[in-house]
């Protein structure tokens, strides 16, 4: 079956960097578009970063200039490096793997991410 398994996730103080780390398995992970998401406590889910199969990327406004999303597909992984972290970068981030073939969308457990002030 399809497992997305996230790690990497932290508490930093304000200004530090984190990488996240995404490993796939169970499914052909060059062809699929990844990306990353994120969800505060009483906010809705948003997307962070998306990269395409073909290495195409798209970031959220709110990260763009410090956030980088990478992907190796030799090791059915997608990376979010994070700097320049910020409070409001608080939140647990998800990563998703949208299948190219059905669309069908799955998602990781999520790791912690916690920015101190």
């Known amino acids: 079956q399809v497992q997305l398994v996230e790690s990497g996730g932290g508490l930093v103080q304000a200004g530090g960097s984190l990488r996240l780390s995404c490993a796939a398995s169970?499914?052909?992970?060059?062809?699929?578009?990844m990306g990353w998401y994120r969800q505060a406590p009483g906010k809705q889910r948003e997307s962070v970063a998306t990269?395409?199969?073909?290495?195409?990327?798209n970031y959220a406004d709110s990260v763009k200039g410090r956030f980088t999303i990478t992907r190796d597909n030799a090791k059915n992984t997608v990376y979010l490096q994070m700097n320049s972290l910020k409070p409001e970068d608080t939140a647990l981030y998800y990563c998703?793997?949208?299948?190219?073939?059905?669309?069908?969308?799955?998602w990781g457990q999520g790791t912690q991410v916690t920015v101190s002030s």
């Open positions: 990269i395409s199969s073909s290495g195409a990327t």
């Open positions: 998703k793997m949208t299948d190219y073939y059905s669309a069908t969308n799955y």
């Open positions: 169970g499914i052909t992970f060059r062809i699929n578009s």
